[in-house]
């Protein structure tokens, strides 16, 4: 069975600095892919990033960026230059499309930005 | 990206009488909605994964004749909640997704909806 691990339950960031978040995975399967979600206290979820499985290239999406290790099964999350509104719990999460579309999230960081 | 709303946002109800909750893909076609419940500080669990006009697919211990789901059209499902108690006192969060586009990948999120049972 997929499983996903976030072995960080809290994290803290000074503001401006960089922090990274940690996530591993087991699957046996080839294709699949990995999401970081931002959950805010306002709780609605909100998908940081994506990233597909055979691609080799990591995702970025401004200050957020991946450290996708396939073979590790390794999927941290990088946030540079860290702002107060990035104060949230944050979930990775796997998919693969023959489960019918579920995600299987791990168990959350909570991240906090000191000013 | 693609919307997906929820209502009521939070509701309060008595021991004993049920609640329907709403989740509506406002911009797409969703062919399968899921519904979540997360306790603080707790990850999401899934409860079930419905799937327009069948009926839903339950995860192991979540008893299906309390939470009832209805996924009738692509932009609706339903979730009640029968003879509520105190202990399904949750947040409970709706995704959905089209399984048929050609990005079928990413879920999109309700903004959930708290309910409290006195």
């Known amino acids: 069975a997929q499983t996903v691990t976030q072995s960080q339950p809290e994290m803290s960031v000074q503001e401006a600095e960089t922090v990274t978040l940690s996530c591993t995975y087991d699957t046996s399967e080839s294709d699949y892919y990995l999401f970081w979600y931002k959950q805010p206290p306002s709780r609605q979820m909100i998908l940081v990033i994506r990233q597909e499985a055979y691609k080799q290239q990591n995702a970025t999406e401004n200050r957020f960026s991946v450290n996708f290790q396939k073979a590790a099964k390794s999927f941290s999350l990088k946030i540079s230059d860290s702002q107060l509104g990035d104060a949230a719990m944050y979930f990775c999460?796997?998919?693969?499309?023959?489960?019918?579309?579920?995600?299987?999230f791990g168990q959350g960081t909570e991240l906090s930005v000191k000013p | 990206g693609a919307v997906v709303s929820q209502h009521p946002s939070w509701v309060i109800c008595k021991s004993g009488t049920s609640v329907k909750i709403e989740c509506r893909s406002l911009d797409f076609q969703a062919t399968t909605m899921f519904w979540y419940r997360q306790f603080p500080k707790q990850s999401l669990m899934l409860m079930a994964t419905?799937?327009?006009?069948?009926?839903?697919?339950?995860e192991q211990g979540v008893e299906k004749d309390k939470f009832l789901i209805n996924h009738a059209s692509l932009t609706l499902s339903t979730l009640t909640v029968t003879s509520a108690h105190p202990e399904d006192s949750s947040f409970y969060i709706c995704?959905?997704?089209?399984?048929?586009?050609?990005?079928?990948?990413?879920?999109?999120f309700g903004p959930g909806t708290r309910l409290t049972v006195l």
């Open positions: 999460a796997y998919w693969y499309k023959s489960v019918g579309g579920k995600l299987i």
């Open positions: 419905s799937n327009e006009g069948s009926k839903a697919t339950y």
């Open positions: 995704s959905a997704l089209n399984l048929l586009a050609s990005s079928t990948d990413t879920q999109y």
